[in-house]
């Protein structure tokens, strides 16, 4: 076999699809290794499955990225585990590794006490939405929850209101259903539980529903719903307006309640079991958040649901510094130039978004998100922009990485071999297409 450039991408989703089409373009052999059976990522984990237009036509594009005869697909592998950095450059040889595996990690509520209830009240904001998204698949073998009525969400961003449409609807949908009246959860999210217990001729009071509540550290007008890296004070004026409308509807379409300038205090417990939160107010002095004594407040809830963000998980053989990847260039995404490791999408999760500039894929995402929000329709220009966005940050990664020198065929045959041999272990054919069909996600055909 002739020597042949060679590029190892961890994550097949929207980042990591883009990079490998991008380097089979150019010449390259590319290995994708990927932790699950499909490629979706957070398109199909993270992304609520109201959004079925979207998250198809976000399949499709993947699907396009990745099956090409360069590309050599591998499931059901995670790094670490079944395979290591370690094997794939020292030993293997391979001169490239792309780390596009996204942000998986929840990060932890600032409360020590309330980890021990995490299974047995205390929900984080991916297993959530990856239940919702599953668990009406008869072949779901994942958690389940039991949302309880009045749940308490700690978070402020964009997912955060994700999390309480989902509480929302998944608690209407159930009391609707003790009246006999049956409803499709995605069916609700586009009319708005408001208008279809209109419709209904109820109200939350008489089917007995409390609602959940969202809890913020700050204002609404401060959420982090519609952002700029630099604005001006027009422009923030603007931003605290949108912000807010973009609450509000939230609210009001989803029968919402929030808890604004409030922080998590304590945790209330009753007979050993998980029964509300101790909150506490705050207020900002000098641009400072500080809490403000003798303001607690008691919220009882059975369910609290943690939605301040997501983290890379960590990797055997990539540096960390404290929470996130130890980036030795957070604006090409170089994490180790010598071994050539580095990183895309929103594996670059830290520094204060400090990529927003860049225009990168998880940039073009939020911003999409902030407009869905705001009752723009984005669908169709979503993928679009994304994908595009995705093959930006990837070229100038690949424009330095194909500049290492070539793999020689020896060392290519030894790895398309354990390639191979991981194919036989996971009973993957080598036909991405055919692999795909035979695995598609339960709501393939859904609407919505």
Same mark, same amino acid.
């Given at each position: ?6 590029? !190892? ?7 990591? +699809? ?8 150019? &010449?390259?052999? !590319? ?8 490629? /979706? ?24 990225? @990745? ?15 079944? !395979?290591? %950095? ?27 006490? @309330? ?44 997912? +955060? ?10 608690? /209407? ?12 959860? !995605?069916?609700?999210?586009?009319? $708005?539980?408001? *208008? ?5 001729? @109820? ?7 409390? $609602?959940?509540?969202?809890? #913020? ?33 939230? %609210? ?21 079991? %998980? ?8 207020? +900002?002095?000098? &641009? ?46 170089? @994490? ?21 500039? *860049? ?8 911003? %999409? ?58 009973? #993957? $054919?080598?036909? /991405?297409?055919? =692999? ?5 996600? =339960? ?6």
């Amino acid at each position: 076999m002739e020597a042949r450039q060679v590029v !190892v991408v961890v994550g097949g989703a929207v980042a990591g +699809s883009e990079a490998a089409a991008l380097a089979a373009e150019r &010449g390259a052999l !590319v290995v994708v290794i990927e932790q699950n059976a499909r490629p /979706y990522g957070k398109i199909e984990d993270g992304l609520p499955r109201w959004h079925g237009a979207l998250r198809r036509k976000e399949y499709a594009r993947i699907d396009a990225n @990745l099956d090409h005869p360069s590309i050599y697909y591998v499931p059901k592998t995670r790094i670490g585990e079944e !395979v290591t %950095l370690d094997e794939l450059i020292d030993d293997l040889g391979v001169g490239t590794v792309i780390l596009a595996n996204g942000a998986w990690r929840d990060r932890q509520l600032p409360l020590p006490a @309330l980890e021990r209830f995490v299974g047995a009240g205390v929900v984080y904001q991916n297993a959530l939405v990856r239940w919702f998204n599953h668990h009406e698949d008869p072949a779901w073998t994942g958690p389940c929850f039991a949302i309880a009525d009045g749940a308490i969400v700690v978070g402020g961003g964009l997912a +955060s209101l994700d999390v309480v449409k989902i509480l929302n609807l998944e608690v /209407y949908a159930r009391a609707l259903a003790e009246r006999g009246i049956a409803v499709d959860v !995605v069916a609700m999210e586009h009319a $708005g539980i408001d *208008r279809t217990l209109a419709e209904h001729g @109820l109200t939350p009071e008489e089917l007995g529903v409390r $609602g959940c509540t969202l809890v #913020y550290r700050r204002s609404a007008e401060e959420m982090p719903l519609a952002s700029d890296p630099d604005p001006s004070p027009e422009r923030l004026e603007r931003l605290k307006k949108t912000r807010v409308k973009i609450l509000d509807k939230v %609210l009001r379409r989803y029968l919402v309640h929030f808890e604004p300038n409030t922080v998590v205090a304590d945790v209330l417990v009753e007979d050993a079991r %998980l029964a509300g939160l101790v909150l506490r107010r705050t207020r +900002s002095e000098g &641009g400072r958040l500080v809490e403000v004594p003798g303001s607690e407040l008691t919220l009882r809830s059975e369910l609290v649901v943690s939605s301040i963000g997501s983290l890379p998980e960590p990797l055997p053989g990539v540096p960390m510094l404290r929470e996130v990847y130890a980036f030795r260039d957070w604006e090409t995404g170089e @994490l180790d130039g010598e071994r050539g490791i580095y990183g895309l999408g929103n594996v670059l999760t830290g520094r204060g978004n400090i990529k927003e500039s *860049r225009n990168s894929a998880r940039e073009v995402i939020r911003r %999409l998100a902030e407009r869905r929000h705001a009752g723009q329709l984005v669908e169709d220009a979503a993928s679009d922009e994304a994908h595009e966005a995705a093959r930006r940050e990837a070229r100038e990664v690949l424009d330095r990485a194909l500049d290492r020198p070539a793999m020689p065929g020896g060392r290519v045959e030894a790895l398309l071999e354990r390639v191979r041999k991981r194919w036989r272990e996971v009973d #993957y $054919g080598g036909d /991405y297409g055919a =692999w795909i069909a035979a695995h598609r996600p =339960w709501d393939w055909d859904a609407e919505g």
